[in-house]
């Protein structure tokens, strides 16, 4: 996502200097900045490490929808620097939508440009909890719209939101968020979710 922002501000907004305090500690135009977390209670020094909540700023979002119309999601991280919070006025008005945030609406979360068909990034690390057959929802997001599925996997009712219920042969189980509930073309077989886990589509 960082690196998106940095294009972003480059080839649209024309900020020919644009970079990350990281590659370049004396740039005129810092897009993102060190923003070290202090934390006493987890491990990694400066570094904002685990599992960390983002909340969805617009619910009529790809990202948004794809976790099941969620109003946050648990994801896990390991990064120093964020999307310099004083610049996203900036970026919103030149058209990219930070649709995810945290508790503090400070630090990024969730980039989209929604004109796009999948121009989605995010701050947080979606493969450290991405499971075979239980993609996690960005890449199944992006797998989707690569293979021209993204508007019939987004259609109401084909991925689960909190604490949907359905019944299998084990009694009712509770689905989680972004659980695809029926199979697409190749792109989730039904029975690798079951195995994945514990809810048996319908
Ligand atoms: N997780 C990431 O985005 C990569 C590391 C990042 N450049 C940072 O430390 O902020």
């Known amino acids: 996502m960082q690196i998106a922002v940095i294009e972003f501000a480059r080839s649209i907004m024309k900020l020919h200097g ?34 960390r909540r983002t909340f969805f700023q617009v ?67 979606p493969e450290f909890k991405s499971r075979p057959g239980k993609p996690s929802p960005l890449f199944l997001g992006l797998v989707a719209a690569s293979s021209g599925q993204l508007d019939h996997l987004l259609q109401p009712g084909l991925i689960s939101s909190t604490g949907r219920h359905t019944c299998s042969k084990g009694g009712a189980q509770k689905l989680k968020a972004g659980h695809v509930m029926k199979p697409l073309n190749g792109l989730v077989n039904a029975h690798y979710s079951a195995t994945g886990n514990g809810a048996i589509p319908i």
């Open 59 to 125: 619910t009529n979002c790809k990202s948004a929808k794809l976790y099941g119309n969620a109003s946050y999601v648990d994801e896990r991280h390991r990064h120093r620097y964020e999307v310099n919070p004083d610049m996203v006025p900036e970026f919103e008005k030149a058209g990219l939508s930070f649709v995810g945030r945290d508790e503090s609406g400070k630090r990024m979360e969730i980039i989209e440009l929604p004109t796009h068909r999948f121009f989605v990034g995010a701050q947080f690390h």
């Open 18 to 51: 644009a970079n990350s305090t990281e590659f370049d500690p004396t740039t005129k135009t810092p897009c993102v900045i060190f923003m070290p977390e202090g934390s006493k209670t987890h491990m990694g020094a400066t570094m904002r490490l685990g599992s």
